[in-house]
């Protein structure tokens, strides 16, 4: 609540050894409710660093900027015009066992990528969104590997853990 919703946040960065320590943290699920203006500042700064000019990526986890909440951005390749939506509480249900290799890098790991041959075609998604719904679908190719990327930095995980 530091500043407004539109100021995006700082980063963190496996470079930074306090900051590392936070990243490979535990995530605790968020308790929705629309009408918490913590939680909707919070959602919108997200928004906001994950759009910001410096960082420009595909997807946000609330980890990433020190904060220890179940909450994601993703853009959304598998639909028009290619949105960002926001999860709350987001888990994996189910992977498929066809595996996709993939150039990925991440806004925590500054100058680098790597092709993960780890991750699943396809997932089942459960989720909550901010108007308190609880959603399940299914989800594949690049947007399925943004939801993983995301959510294994809920769980204190990176993309370098997955590398072989």
Not at 14 to 33: A, P
Not at 54 to 76: D, F, S
Not at 147 to 154: A, T, V
């Amino acid at each position: 609540m530091a500043a407004d919703s539109l100021t995006p946040m700082r980063v963190l960065s496996i470079n930074n050894n306090v900051d590392s320590l936070i990243l490979r943290s535990q995530s605790l699920d968020v308790v929705v409710n629309p009408s918490d203006p913590v939680l909707q500042n919070l959602v919108k700064r997200l928004y906001a660093t994950v759009n910001d000019s410096l960082t420009a990526g595909v997807g946000i986890a609330a980890p990433q900027v020190g904060i220890l909440k179940n909450i994601i951005w993703v853009q959304r390749y598998d639909k028009p015009g290619f949105p960002f939506e926001v999860y709350l509480n987001p888990k994996i249900k189910q992977y498929t066992k066809k595996k996709l290799n993939w150039l990925e890098g991440c806004l925590s790991i500054p100058g680098r990528s790597d092709t993960t041959k780890t991750r699943s075609f396809a997932i089942l998604l459960e989720y909550d969104q901010l108007d308190k719904s609880h959603q399940i679908e299914m989800v594949e190719g690049f947007t399925a590997i943004i939801f993983q990327h995301e959510i294994d930095h809920l769980n204190g995980i990176l993309y370098l853990d997955r590398l072989k």
